[in-house]
C-alpha cells in the first residue's frame, strides 16, 4: 500500500479527540434508533397479543449451542470495547489493514488499499461504526436465544467475521510467513465466521448426530493440518536461532515483551523468549503432540475420546495464548483477543453438541405470544437495527466519500 505514512504524534491527538468525541455523538444516535425500533416492536407485539394471533414457539436451545451463542457474542463485546481505544481510527488503516496485506496477491491489496484508504478520510466515523456494530452484535446474539432472529444473527456475525478475515487481516495473515497455529493462523475472525455459520444453522441440523460427527471430524482434520504446519522444517519452529537472529518463536516472544502493557507480562514474555531461544524444540514438540493427539482424538469421534481431545486442545490453546500470544490485546491496537479462545470455543462445543446429540425432536408447540417471547424480540430488533445501521453508514463511509 503506497503512500500512506504514519500519523505524526499531534495529528493522532487530534484524530484520539475528536473520536472521544464523535462517539458520545454516536452513542445519542445508537440510543435513539434502538428506542424507536424497540417502541415499534413492543407495539406490534401488543396488538399480536390482543388479536390472539399464533405464532410457533421455537424449540428450547441445547447447551452447546447456547455455550457458542453467549461465547461468540461475549468475544465480540470485547472487541468492540478494543475498538474504544484512542489509537484506533488511524491505526487501524496504517497499522493493521496495509501490513497485513503487503505481502498478499495483487487483488487483496487493492482491495485493502480501497477500503483503507475511504477509513482513512473518515478516521473517527469509520472507527465509531465498527464499535457499535461489534457491540450490536454482541447484544444480537445475546438478545437472540432461539428462532429466526437467532438464527440471522449468527448469519450476520459470520458475514461480518468473513469481511475483517478477508481485508481487515488479510486472510488471517496467511501469506506472513512464519504461518503456523501458534502465532493464531488462520485467524481469530476465521473461527467467528465459523462460530455464525453454526449459529445460523437450523437447530435440528445444528444437534443432529450426523452433524455433530462431521464436525467433530472437520475440526480432527483442521488440528492435524496445524500440527504439519508446526512440524514443517521452512518454518523455522524447530530452531531457536538462525543465524545471529532469533528463532520465531523466541522472536515472537521478544516482539509481544515491547508492547505496552503491565510490567508482571513483559517479564513473562522475555522470559519466554530467553528459554526459546535455547529450546525453541521443546516448545514446538509440545505443541506438535498436543494438536497430534487431540486431533486424533476429534476424529475417532467418540463422546469420551472427543471430551479428552477438547480437554487436550484446551489446555495447550491457553497455555499459548498466556505464553505465546501475550493475551493478545497489549499494544493500544489488539482489536481482539486472538485466536486461541475462540478456537477452543469451537471444540468444545463440538465435543458438547456430540455428546447430546440426537434426532430432530417433535415439532414445535404452537401457543400464542408471551410477555418474555414479546421483550426478547424487542431487544433482538433493537441490536440489530443499530447493526444494519452500523453496517449501511461504513459502507457509506468507504465507498461514497
Given at each position: ?93 496504517m497499522q493493521i489493514i496495509a501490513p497485513s496485506a503487503a505481502h498478499g496477491p495483487g487483488w487483496l491489496r487493492h ?79 476465521a473461527f467467528y465466521a465459523v462460530a455464525g455459520v453454526a449459529l445460523a444453522l437450523p437447530l435440528e441440523r445444528f ?126 491496537l489488539g482489536t481482539d483477543l486472538n485466536s486461541m479462545l475462540p478456537s477452543a470455543l469451537l471444540v468444545v462445543t ?52
Amino acid at each position: 500500500m503506497t503512500g500512506m505514512g504514519g500519523p505524526s504524534s499531534r495529528q493522532s491527538q487530534q484524530v484520539a479527540a475528536a473520536f472521544n468525541h464523535s462517539l458520545w455523538e454516536q452513542l445519542f444516535l445508537v440510543l435513539l434508533i434502538s428506542s424507536v425500533a424497540t417502541a415499534i416492536t413492543i407495539a406490534y407485539r401488543r396488538q399480536s397479543r390482543q388479536r390472539g394471533w399464533i405464532v410457533p414457539e421455537p424449540s428450547a436451545e441445547s447447551s452447546a449451542r447456547s455455550l457458542l451463542r453467549i461465547g461468540t457474542a461475549s468475544l465480540w463485546v470485547i472487541a468492540g470495547l478494543l475498538q474504544l481505544q484512542p489509537e484506533m481510527p488511524l491505526g487501524v488503516p496504517m497499522q493493521i489493514i496495509a501490513p497485513s496485506a503487503a505481502h498478499g496477491p495483487g487483488w487483496l491489496r487493492h482491495l485493502a488499499d480501497f477500503i483503507a484508504s475511504g477509513w482513512i478520510r473518515e478516521p473517527t466515523t469509520a472507527a465509531g461504526i465498527v464499535v457499535w456494530l461489534q457491540l450490536g452484535l454482541g447484544v444480537w446474539l445475546i438478545a437472540a436465544d432461539r428462532g429466526w432472529s437467532s438464527r440471522v444473527a449468527g448469519l450476520v456475525s459470520a458475514i461480518w467475521a468473513s469481511a475483517i478475515w478477508l481485508v481487515g487481516t488479510s486472510m488471517g495473515g496467511i501469506f506472513v510467513p512464519p504461518v503456523g497455529w501458534m502465532f493464531g493462523a488462520p485467524g481469530a475472525t476465521a473461527f467467528y465466521a465459523v462460530a455464525g455459520v453454526a449459529l445460523a444453522l437450523p437447530l435440528e441440523r445444528f444437534e443432529s448426530r450426523e452433524a455433530t460427527v462431521r464436525s467433530s471430524r472437520g475440526i480432527g482434520f483442521v488440528l492435524l493440518g496445524f500440527a504439519i504446519l508446526q512440524a514443517w522444517p521452512d518454518q523455522g519452529y524447530w530452531s531457536g536461532r538462525v543465524g545471529r537472529s532469533l528463532g520465531p518463536i523466541a522472536e515472537m516472544a521478544r516482539q509481544m515483551s515491547t508492547l505496552t502493557q503491565p510490567s508482571a507480562f513483559s517479564s513473562v514474555q522475555r522470559h519466554v523468549a530467553s528459554v526459546a531461544a535455547s529450546w525453541s524444540w521443546t516448545f514446538d514438540l509440545a505443541v506438535l503432540v498436543g494438536l497430534v493427539v487431540s486431533g486424533i482424538l476429534m476424529l475417532v469421534a467418540t463422546s469420551r475420546s472427543v471430551r479428552i481431545g477438547a480437554w487436550i486442545y484446551t489446555v495447550l490453546a491457553v497455555l499459548d495464548w498466556l505464553v505465546i500470544q501475550d493475551l493478545g490485546f497489549f499494544g493500544g491496537l489488539g482489536t481482539d483477543l486472538n485466536s486461541m479462545l475462540p478456537s477452543a470455543l469451537l471444540v468444545v462445543t463440538g465435543a458438547m453438541a456430540l455428546r447430546s446429540s440426537a434426532p430432530a425432536g417433535p415439532t414445535p408447540i404452537r401457543r400464542k405470544v408471551s410477555p418474555q417471547s414479546e421483550a426478547r424480540l424487542a431487544m433482538t430488533v433493537s441490536s440489530a437495527s443499530v447493526v444494519v445501521t452500523a453496517a449501511v453508514s461504513l459502507l457509506l463511509v468507504v465507498s461514497l466519500r
